[in-house]
């Protein structure tokens, strides 16, 4: 995309501070407030500006920041998975979120969109303090400056920018029935009535946290760390480059190629990843199960059950713990999987999953370039 040819003459430069404010209402009894969301970082996609989901108001939590709806929620913390988003509810959420709400010198509908552009993610981080876990304050963020259209170009910037999202909504909405049409696929294929599978244990099958690093490790071996907010459901977010003396306990988990990494904190949210490259050398939070299968058995096929309903409710009968749930290592080796009867054959799955996976490709490339044009877009205006 070459650069716009836009007359910014009479935009004028302002900071942060000059079109939003931190509010600081709080509350104690979330239930008895009536409010209906609580949001956590974990609710927040990177590169999204939508809040797609939440906790129930009903939820046990120590979170009292209160948001509005049309408020924009920053992630605050690890600025560089780049989460903010608009609410389009009322709720409560994390300290680790920063409520960022409009004044009258903003449009609020253009809000999350001078917030979602390089230029001021690429700021936070920089101004982000802390080691593993860096977070970045308020009144850091405020000093942020750019340049702002007047009111009336507020109006017509606004429009353009959501109509070019209503177009990235739409390609989601059709990925997303291709995702429903494959879970359906998957819940009916992987049962007993299936002639061509049979079920063992994962124990049987496979080596779940067999390769971890050592105290006698070299100080000096170098490797990807995988953190647990970098995995999402299907995708590796972010990996960070570490030598062992500069790694955090927790960094232990050996990850081969064909790995499959089962977030085991939360597992709910059913963040797993599988891992497939040939230059692997990663190692990933001890908040993680990592499975290797044996040589003869199809990694790919065993992953697709991860995210089968029979698999959520395997991990809710086993969960221990309240703010931060989870389950280990050693009870995902008692979870039933279903693999071919003859090894060597491949299977009606094998067919499905290829036709799918490349419609789901040709989408996610459609996509990508919208969501590239969208950002470049972005950044040249903001």
């Known amino acids: 995309m070459q650069d ?23 509350v104690k ?17 990177s590169d999204d500006i939508h809040l797609r989901r939440s906790f129930s108001g009903e939820a046990d939590t120590t979170f009292t920041k209160v948001f509005r ?7 605050r913390r690890r600025a560089y998975l780049k989460k903010a988003v608009q609410a ?33 993610f690429d700021y936070a981080i920089k101004h982000s303090a802390g080691g593993l876990s860096p977070r970045v304050k308020f009144k850091d963020l405020a000093k942020y400056e750019f340049l702002l259209p007047p ?14 999202d209503e177009l990235i909504e739409k390609d989601l909405e059709v990925l997303k029935k291709l995702e429903n049409y494959s879970s359906e696929y998957i819940e009916n294929f992987f049962t007993d009535r ?12 496979a080596d779940i946290n067999k390769y971890s690093l050592t105290n006698k490790t070299n100080d000096n071996y170098e490797f990807s ?9 299907r995708k590796l977010l972010k990996t960070e480059k570490i030598t062992y003396k500069n790694s955090p306990s927790r960094a232990r988990r050996v990850v081969k190629d064909g790995s499959i990494l089962i977030s085991t904190v939360r597992p709910y949210q059913l963040c797993n990843v599988y891992i497939e490259t040939n230059d692997c050398n990663y190692v990933a939070s001890t908040g993680t199960a990592v499975i290797n299968l044996n040589n003869d058995i199809d990694a790919k096929l065993v992953f697709e059950q ?41 299977t009606n799955f094998s067919i499905f999953s290829n036709n799918i996976n490349r419609s789901k490709s040709l989408i996610r490339s459609k996509l990508e370039s919208s969501k590239v044009l969208q950002e470049t877009l972005i950044n040249q205006l903001f």
């Open 29 to 45: 009894d979330i239930a008895a407030k009536g409010f209906k969301h609580i949001v956590g970082l974990e609710h927040m996609d």
């Open 88 to 120: 389009n509810f009322d709720g409560v959420c994390s300290g680790d979120i920063t409520v960022l709400r409009a004044n009258k010198n903003i449009k609020e509908s253009l809000l999350p969109f001078i917030i979602h552009n390089k230029f001021f």
């Open 4 to 26: 716009l040819k836009i007359d910014k003459s009479n935009w004028e430069k302002v900071t942060l501070a000059d079109i939003v404010f931190e509010p600081k209402e709080v």
């Open 69 to 75: 709806k049309g408020d924009v929620l920053f992630g």
């Open 225 to 233: 760390y995988i953190d647990l907010s970098s995995i999402q459901p």
């Open 306 to 346: 991860f995210f089968k309903k029979r698999y959520v409710k395997f991990i809710e009968d086993r969960m221990t713990g309240t703010n931060y749930p989870a389950i280990t290592g050693k009870d995902l080796e008692d979870f039933e999987v279903f693999i071919p009867k003859d090894k060597n054959s491949s």
């Open 194 to 205: 299936n002639q061509e599978l049979t079920k063992v244990k994962l124990k049987d099958i």
């Open 151 to 164: 009111r009336a170009q507020q109006e017509e910037l606004a429009e353009l920018l959501w109509a070019m």
